[in-house]
């Protein structure tokens, strides 16, 4: 890389930890830190599951892209993405020009484990808005996931989450960083 950067972006499927690392990894570099469906909300008034249900996935994707277009100015931040953003091309391109893409890399199993009860990924439920059997969600991880991995293997970093505890993953993620970051 001939410039370094102080964005680091952070992606990896729903449940692989971007939320719960992110804002610690900031903290250790002495960053900013963005959760960007957060961002989305404040900005829609509004949850992600909302903006899906009343207009569409493609809708929240041009959203996620005019936001990431928006926060790219900012420098010292790390951005957690939503499992989905870097599979717009125009999104990925973006990001690994302005910035350190970060790859959390869980397996299908925890992605399960720590997503099963959770009802407020639209992703994760049936289109009429019924949760998921346990075969049916452990299936459409699977199948979301090797749809994304293409994207996901794109990144500077892959730091995988499974069986450790944060505050390691976090340490790991900053040695990795110290040589590609400002």
Same mark, same amino acid.
């Given at each position: %890389?001939?410039?370094?950067? &102080?964005?680091?972006?952070?992606? #990896?499927?729903?449940?692989?930890?971007?939320?719960? !690392?992110?804002?610690?990894?900031? *903290?250790?570099?002495?960053?900013?830190?963005?959760?960007?469906?957060?961002?989305?909300?404040?900005?829609?008034? @509004?949850?992600? &599951?909302?903006?899906?249900?009343? *207009?569409?996935?493609?809708?929240?994707?041009?959203?996620?892209?005019?936001?990431?277009?928006?926060?790219?100015?900012?420098? &010292? /931040?790390? !951005?957690?993405?939503?499992?989905? /953003?870097? /599979?717009?091309?125009?999104?990925?391109?973006?990001?690994?020009? /302005?910035?350190?893409?970060?790859?959390?890399?869980?397996?299908?199993?925890?992605?399960? @484990? +720590? %997503?099963?009860?959770?009802?407020?990924?639209?992703?994760?439920?049936?289109?009429? #808005?019924?949760?998921?059997?346990?075969?049916?969600? %452990? &299936? @459409? !991880?699977?199948? =979301?996931?090797?749809? +994304?991995?293409?994207?996901?293997?794109?990144?500077?970093?892959?730091?995988? =989450?499974? #069986?450790?505890?944060?505050? !390691?993953?976090?340490?790991?993620?900053? @040695?990795?960083?110290?040589?590609?970051?400002?």
């Amino acid at each position: %890389m001939s410039k370094r950067k &102080s964005l680091v972006y952070l992606t #990896g499927f729903m449940g692989s930890g971007k939320s719960t !690392i992110g804002p610690i990894l900031a *903290n250790v570099l002495g960053y900013d830190f963005i959760d960007l469906d957060e961002h989305i909300e404040e900005r829609e008034h @509004r949850t992600v &599951s909302d903006i899906f249900a009343e *207009n569409g996935e493609g809708y929240f994707r041009e959203l996620e892209k005019a936001v990431i277009e928006e926060l790219k100015q900012k420098s &010292s /931040t790390v !951005i957690s993405l939503g499992g989905g /953003t870097i /599979t717009k091309i125009e999104n990925l391109e973006t990001i690994k020009s /302005t910035g350190v893409l970060v790859y959390l890399k869980s397996s299908p199993q925890q992605i399960f @484990r +720590r %997503m099963r009860n959770r009802l407020d990924r639209p992703l994760l439920r049936h289109p009429d #808005g019924r949760p998921l059997s346990d075969r049916e969600l %452990m &299936s @459409r !991880i699977q199948s =979301t996931l090797a749809l +994304r991995e293409v994207f996901y293997k794109q990144a500077d970093v892959v730091v995988s =989450t499974d #069986g450790k505890k944060v505050g !390691i993953t976090v340490d790991e993620i900053a @040695r990795k960083l110290r040589r590609l970051v400002e």
